[in-house]
T-cell receptor, first 115, second 114 residues
């Protein structure tokens, strides 16, 4: 079974400051990793994904994440946030096997960007 | 840009009633999913569907739940006899292939059971 831990339920940050949202996972098999963003009253939008290859993954809206297998982490970063980045961010994993391809989500981190 | 759509956006029902939540996945996608998010909690997997059959389901997806692809475009989730604890946001998702692993989510249906 897989699990995802997002330790920070809320992260306040000032506009133009850097931010890191933490994600750790647990799995007995190799996994694929994802970050999704949810704006108020909207569905989930994929920010970025790690399937294989380079451990540094770049996504939309200037976000990037680094896969660290030894620390079982996939932290999300952005060097300079904007007010429009205020949203809920979900880390998710999917294991390599199985036909169902289900995503297991973390509890989410609310990013609040302030002026 | 193609997107997953869901109807209705909000459904209010009485306990014990049947509800059907509807989704139109992206047209060339082959894999379909339902997830739910109880208010304040994490998004949880319910079921995945491929080639007209369930490929995986969670413990939540008991006999009260069923899924169907009644035609070439719609994908539905039916809850036969709703309970108060079924109140949640229900998300439909679809993906083109297993290999690229990207699931596209709809905006959700908020189900309120009174």
């Amino acid at each position: 079974a897989q699990s995802v831990t997002q330790l920070d339920s809320q992260v306040p940050v000032f506009e133009e400051a850097p931010v890191e949202l933490r994600c750790n996972y647990s799995s007995s098999v190799s996994v694929y990793l994802f970050w999704y963003v949810q704006y108020p009253n909207q569905g989930l939008q994929l920010l970025l994904k790690y399937l294989s290859g380079s451990t540094l993954v770049k996504g939309i809206n200037g976000f990037e994440a680094e896969f660290n297998k030894s620390q079982t982490s996939f932290h999300l970063r952005k060097p300079s946030v904007h007010i429009s980045d205020t949203a809920e961010y979900f880390c998710a994993v999917s294991d390599l096997g199985g036909g169902g391809n289900k995503l297991t989500f973390g509890t989410g981190t609310q990013l609040k960007v302030e002026l | 840009e193609p997107e997953v759509t869901q109807t209705p956006s909000h459904q209010v029902t009485q306990m014990g009633q049947e509800v059907i939540l509807r989704c139109v996945p992206i047209s060339n996608h082959l894999y379909f999913y339902w997830y739910r998010q109880i208010l304040g909690q994490k998004v949880e997997f319910l079921v995945s569907f491929y080639n007209n059959e369930i490929s995986e389901k969670s413990e939540i997806f008991d006999d009260q739940f069923s899924v169907e692809r009644p035609d070439g475009s719609n994908f539905t989730l039916k809850i036969r006899s709703t309970k108060l604890e079924d109140s949640a946001m229900y998300f439909c998702a679809s993906s083109e292939l297993v290999t690229n692993r990207e699931q596209f989510f709809g905006p959700g249906t908020r189900l309120t059971v009174l």
